[in-house]
């Protein structure tokens, strides 16, 4: 009876978080003005009202179809809404606002299946169903996370839009009202020589997406690393000094990509009356110094390459994040404690960055700061399976369809990533060549 209760209190857990999840994501559909839903503001992605109708596309193919052998929903809507996209290669999408079904069919569709699979998954529903196919626990975290990740990426699409296109937030902290202190002192923290755990093990109690399987160890030889993340004023004095300009700092297909660009700074600087200026979510700001700076792939190593050092590996990056100096590694670079708003920039508290070094409660055992929050890390190493890896029989494409040498691993989190992926074996990944991301690094010396 004992196992059973608890049982029923962590679905109702689970429910709770999944409800809570949606209404995350709703809000920041009501942050873009109605006349802007239909506007692309990453060219590489869909248009907003996608998302309106994939969220609930992917929960009811992953929990109704997948899980539980139903039907569609609705066979047109199911299928329209059902895949991002991911190009590479230069290619973009080419339809047209009326292209899209209108906005009322969409937000209806929306509704029904959210109405319906609560019907489900509270045992309300008349519907004949099968036994689940997959663990329910399962099934819902993935539901739950996916959701989640939107919610982050969303945010991506809402910072390109212009302030006249968005609605601010009550709660918006704006940049008068926690401007930022001095930026900190870097310096190089010696790693000595360890091992890295990477991944979780098959068969136990953690959930993981197919890519964090099988856990393994990797011996990684001494190193120095950042203390903290490059910030925008360390960024700055290799654009003035015409980073951009020197060819020396780029491979071949970086140089004629950012020359094609025309790209000459970080994608959320500009310039205004010869002073750098910033593009935080809801407003313009001078350049925050001690902000780590957002930059694509390419131009972080472009910078390591000016300061005669390179971007860390996975591995690298996980011994100097969790690893300490007695052998054993953490759960968090803090500790074994949950998250909390001590410990970093994450879990949607704010829209934008801080001054690096903000959180000395989240440092790790060798002394990094904002390892976890802030903005995610870019890694060197490409994003690949780990050894032992099965794709996802509920999901087969999340991680499989992107082992392609196109995409590197990043890893930590931005303030825009949920507490729940905040796990050492998280892995997110990303084009080198994509801007929008909120992704910041720090430089090792081998």
């Known amino acids: 009876m004992h196992a059973l209760a608890t049982q029923l209190d962590h679905q109702a857990q689970l429910l709770a978080r999944l409800a809570q999840a949606r209404s995350m994501t709703d809000d920041l559909f009501r942050r873009v003005r109605s006349d802007a839903l239909y506007d692309r503001p990453i060219p590489e992605r869909h248009r907003i009202v996608f998302y309106i109708g994939h969220l609930e596309a992917f929960d009811w193919n992953l929990i109704a179809g997948h899980a539980l052998g139903l039907g569609p929903a609705d066979t047109e809507f199911d299928r329209l809404f059902a895949f991002g ?15 899209w079904p209108p906005l009322a069919q969409v937000e209806s569709y929306a509704h029904h299946v959210q109405r319906v699979l609560d019907d489900l998954l509270n045992g309300r529903s008349r519907l004949a169903v099968s036994d689940w196919q997959f663990p329910r626990e399962v099934i819902l975290n993935v539901a739950i996370e996916h959701r989640l990740m939107h919610a982050e990426t969303l945010t991506y699409m809402l910072h390109q839009l212009n302030s006249e296109r968005k609605m601010v937030p009550h709660d918006y902290l704006s940049f008068s009202s926690h401007q930022p202190g001095p930026s900190a002192v870097v ?76 790209i000459a700074h970080p994608h959320l600087w500009f310039m205004r009356q010869n002073q750098w200026f910033y593009r935080a979510m809801f407003e313009e700001v001078p350049l925050p110094q001690g902000w780590p700076v957002y930059v694509s792939h390419v131009e ?60 000395p409660a989240g440092r790790s055992a060798f002394g990094l700061q904002d390892s976890v929050g802030n903005g995610w890390e870019w890694t060197s190493t490409p994003f690949a399976p780990h050894q032992g890896f099965e794709p996802s029989p509920y999901y087969p494409g999340y991680s499989a369809d992107f082992f392609d040498g196109k995409h590197f691993v990043a890893k930590g989190a931005s303030p825009r990533t949920a507490a729940c992926m905040l796990r050492r074996s998280f892995r997110n990944w990303f084009q080198p060549h994509y801007p929008y991301i909120y992704a910041s690094f720090r430089c090792v010396q081998n």
């Open 85 to 99: 996209i991911d190009p590479v290669g230069g290619g973009l999408p080419q339809d047209t606002p009326s292209d």
């Open 187 to 262: 310096r190089m923290i010696d790693i000595p020589q360890g091992t890295a755990t990477l991944g979780i093990p098959r068969g136990g109690e953690s959930f993981g997406w197919d890519n964090e399987f099988e856990e393994h160890s990797v011996s990684v030889p001494a190193f120095a690393i950042g203390s903290h993340k490059v910030t925008n004023g360390e960024f700055l004095r290799f654009v003035s000094e015409g980073g951009y300009d020197d060819r020396c700092f780029w491979s071949d297909e970086d140089w004629a990509w950012i020359k094609q660009h025309n």
């Open 300 to 359: 972080a190593s472009a910078y390591a390459r000016y300061a005669g050092r390179s971007l860390p590996t996975e591995a690298q990056f996980h011994r100097a994040a969790y690893g300490t100096p007695e052998g054993i590694e953490r759960m968090y670079p803090w500790g074994d404690a949950d998250p909390d708003a001590t410990r970093g920039n994450f879990d949607f508290h704010r829209w934008d960055p801080v001054a690096v070094g903000s959180y």
